[in-house]
């Protein structure tokens, strides 16, 4: 099992901008894909964006062109940074590591983007 930790949630104003963390566990983190998942209130889990272990990224057609995410293998660490929040991007978001077939997932951080 991976064990993931996110960190970097909190309250923002609409329009600004946000960079979530998830540190990952174990020796084999750069064979790893990587991704973001979302769950507001009241609503399903949806991809927010994915990286492979070769660095091709995904986006949801929600957050694309707004959210970037990245890794570092020499730190076991994968990014998302997120500008021009909006208030519907008010959700818990959660890490993701996919290993050889197993789903790992993070405990999640809050982002609430409200005035």
């Not at 991704?35 to 990224?57: D, F, H, M, N």
């Amino acid at each position: 099992q991976v064990q993931l930790v996110e960190s970097g949630g909190g309250l923002v104003q609409p329009g600004g901008s946000l960079r979530l963390s998830c540190a990952a566990s174990g020796s084999f983190f750069s064979t790893y894909a990587m991704g973001w998942y979302r769950q507001a209130p009241g609503k399903q889990r949806e991809l927010v964006a994915r990286i492979t272990s070769g660095g091709a990224t995904f986006y949801g057609d929600s957050v694309k062109g707004r959210f970037t995410i990245s890794r570092d293998n020499a730190k076991n660490t994968v990014y998302l940074q997120m500008n021009s929040l909006k208030p519907e991007d008010t959700a818990v978001y959660y890490c993701n590591a996919d290993h050889y077939g197993t789903w790992d997932w993070g405990q999640g951080t809050q982002v609430t983007v409200s005035s």
